[in-house]
């Protein structure tokens, strides 16, 4: 049997030829499911601010899988038992580990469902995918859960130095441009080892670790929080909220996604448990509902949501000023007041809750190495060493310091 057949190939700009093996993979691969996620930015509105971030959750996803057949091939080839189960099951569960992704990634991750994020989603789609394929990714699920018993499988998949992580951030990191956030993933892949059973970094590969976490601290900083890409996430949450308020006061508003309209107009809640109905309309969810419906209420005759949707439409953003403290209700009063008055100026006959659709306060916090949780190790002489007490630089402790950022989203015309 000629061999090119028992694979499919994978052009990708960020590893080059990725070689799949057909069978069970392969099959997830073409799933619907899973070929969803070319349909949703990585980014999310990522793209607003940096033009080329128009790469997909679905090339991330094969990125994904191909870092770990990388590190399991390495990790065999230093005597670590992997049987080809585990091998397959860890490749399965990188694959799947951000199938439950809603659209636009995370911008609308708390909008749709309440009490939720998209992890609960991914293993509640790999349990169906389970059921489908008569118990094929029962080892997979275990890892994803940490049910396994060996750890060092699940800490490929979820961890500080997970294969998620290092994908995410040479793939964001080449298609914005921003060089900084370069990482020496090849150099991370060849040092990793397994001792006592948990993943490893031997001496040599300390650099590319440090170069790894303040990439890490240097992508939030630059991409993940720009401004910019803050305040559009603010705006089209408001739209949502608009929405949403709207249909709790009875209006009839029109849809042209109607998965979309069931996850406005019902709120369901993942408390409890997340049912059949609720994976498969999400599951067929992708970007274009979201911009299908906001292109159909920039004409809508609420003035507040037409104008959201149009400014979102056409890139017409609030203004994201960063604060030195938590802002005090006095703060809060004033920019509320000038918010009304900018808004009757356009013509809206704003009150206080109208101006909580253009003006918001939030915070975010930020932790480029939780050396106390999650710690990475360095091997040192068969010693297995915290990676701040290896390095010899002090800015590792700095970097693992948790930091604060207030601020507040408002009109451009509003000036805090």
Not at 45 to 66: Q, T
Not at 105 to 130: G, P, Q
Not at 174 to 192: A, Q
Request: aromatic share 12%; net charge neutral.
């Amino acid at each position: 049997m000629d061999k090119s057949t028992r694979y499919k190939i994978f052009n990708d700009p960020i590893h080059g030829f990725i070689t799949v093996p057909k069978g069970i993979i392969l099959k997830l691969i073409d799933h619907p499911y899973v070929q969803r996620l070319r349909r949703i930015r990585q980014l999310g509105l990522g793209y607003l601010v940096f033009p080329a971030a128009e790469h997909s959750r679905f090339s991330h996803a094969i990125g994904a899988l191909e870092l770990g057949q990388r590190v399991l091939n390495n990790l065999r080839e230093k005597d670590t038992t992997i049987s080809a189960k585990e091998f397959e099951g860890t490749l399965i569960a990188l694959l799947l580990h951000d199938v439950g992704h809603g659209p636009l990634s995370h911008t609308l991750e708390h909008s749709l469902i309440k009490n939720f994020n998209h992890e609960m989603m991914s293993l509640s789609i790999m349990k169906e995918l389970n059921k489908q394929y008569d118990g094929a990714l029962d080892t997979a699920i275990e890892i994803f859960t940490n049910q396994y018993p060996k750890k060092f499988l699940y800490q490929l998949v979820s961890s500080q130095l997970d294969l998620d992580r290092l994908d995410y951030l040479r793939r964001d990191s080449f298609f914005t441009g921003v060089s900084e956030g370069t990482v020496g993933i090849n150099r991370i892949l060849k040092t990793m080892r397994v001792f006592n059973g948990n993943i490893v970094i031997e001496k040599k590969g300390i650099y590319a670790i440090e170069n790894y976490i303040i990439a890490r601290r240097l992508m939030y900083m630059q991409v993940y929080l720009h401004k910019t890409v803050l305040s559009a996430d603010a705006l089209i949450r408001r739209v949502f909220k608009r929405v949403v308020d709207l249909i709790d006061d009875g209006i009839d508003l029109e849809f042209t996604s109607e998965n979309l309209e069931y996850f406005l107009k019902e709120q369901p809640s993942a408390k409890q448990r997340i049912t059949k109905k609720t994976i498969d309309l999400y599951a067929s969810m992708d970007d274009y509902d979201i911009y299908q419906n906001i292109k159909k209420w920039q004409f809508n005759a609420d003035p507040i949501l037409s104008d959201l949707s149009f400014r979102f439409l056409n890139r017409s953003l609030f203004r994201t000023t960063f604060l030195d403290t938590a802002p005090d209700n006095d703060f809060k009063k004033s920019l509320i007041i000038k918010t009304i008055k900018a808004l009757k100026k356009k013509g809206i006959d704003a009150n206080e809750d109208y101006a909580g659709y253009y003006l918001s306060f939030e915070r975010n916090l930020t932790e480029a190495y939780k050396y106390k949780n999650e710690s990475i190790w360095i091997l040192d002489d068969e010693n297995a060493i915290e990676f701040s007490k290896a390095a010899d630089t002090k800015n590792i402790m700095a970097l693992a310091e948790p930091v604060v950022r207030y601020f507040c989203v408002h009109l451009k015309e509003v000036t805090p």
